[in-house]
């Protein structure tokens, strides 16, 4: 049973398109977040939605839009993918306490492939 | 804003032996978590080992221990007896005490790429 499961794990796509990227956690969490790793593996956090509203929303393009139906599923979509947007795209989860040293769980990752 | 440093791009040492990795960190807050990511090759982002910053003790998990100064910022990580399952990137990264309605952010640093020789 994957924890944090991503779908696709790799996606190519070409300049202009539009794509999804999908994300559903079976723990139970009330937290969910995409982070990005550019090419140089660096991550940076994009979003985080706890229990479907939107908490953190990071100096992103606003051709990214996360969407989330319901606690355990956060999507991301893309409009008019640029080349810049190539990178390692991760999903993760959390149980969402205020406090504690609580874990974050991550996703396998999307390699988004922009040509 | 916090900021997490990885002076070491890349590292190398031989099986068995041990190795140390730095960071530094830079906030003005009390409250705050320390954590070090493994990356290997399958991508997959794993947790090695965790602080709380109020804890004076250094934590440790097996071969993997921290040492943590907090007055100086720092947080290295310690893995002894070096496998070559080890390999992998290691990023540094923190957290903040206060979470945003349950929601909190890891900052990350650029990472060091360890390589184990046979």
């Known amino acids: 049973d994957t924890a944090v499961s991503q779908t696709p794990k790799y996606l190519v796509t070409q300049m202009g398109n539009d794509k999804s990227i999908k994300c559903e956690q079976n723990?139970?969490?009330?937290?969910m977040y995409w982070y990005k790793q550019d090419s140089k593996k660096f991550l940076k956090i994009m979003f985080s939605?706890?229990?479907?509203?939107?908490?953190i929303n990071e100096t992103v393009p606003n051709r990214f839009s996360p969407k989330s139906p319901d606690k355990a599923h956060l999507n991301l979509h893309i409009n008019s993918l640029e080349l810049g947007d190539s990178a390692v795209y991760f999903c993760?989860?959390?149980?969402?306490?205020?406090?504690?040293?609580?874990?974050?769980?991550f996703g396998s990752g999307t390699q988004l492939s922009v040509l | 804003a916090q900021t997490v440093t990885q002076s070491q791009p890349e590292m190398s040492v031989q099986e068995a032996e041990t190795v140390t990795l730095s960071c530094t960190y830079d906030?003005?807050?009390?409250?705050?978590?320390l954590f070090w990511y493994k990356q290997p090759p399958s991508r997959q982002m794993i947790l090695v080992i965790r602080?709380?910053?109020?804890?004076?003790q250094n934590a440790t998990e097996n071969r993997f221990s921290v040492n943590f100064q907090k007055a100086a910022k720092s947080f290295s990580l310690k893995i002894s007896d070096s496998q070559l399952g080890d390999a992998a990137m290691y990023f540094c990264?923190?957290?903040?005490?206060?979470?945003?309605?349950?929601?909190?952010?890891?900052?990350f640093g650029k990472g060091t790429k360890l390589s184990v020789i046979p």
């Open positions: 906030t003005s807050e009390s409250d705050y978590y």
């Open positions: 993760a989860s959390s149980q969402g306490s205020h406090r504690g040293v609580e874990k974050l769980f």
């Open positions: 939605y706890n229990n479907k509203e939107l908490i």
């Open positions: 723990l139970g969490h009330d937290t």
């Open positions: 602080q709380e910053a109020y804890k004076q």
């Open positions: 990264a923190y957290r903040s005490g206060d979470t945003l309605a349950g929601s909190y952010q890891l900052t």
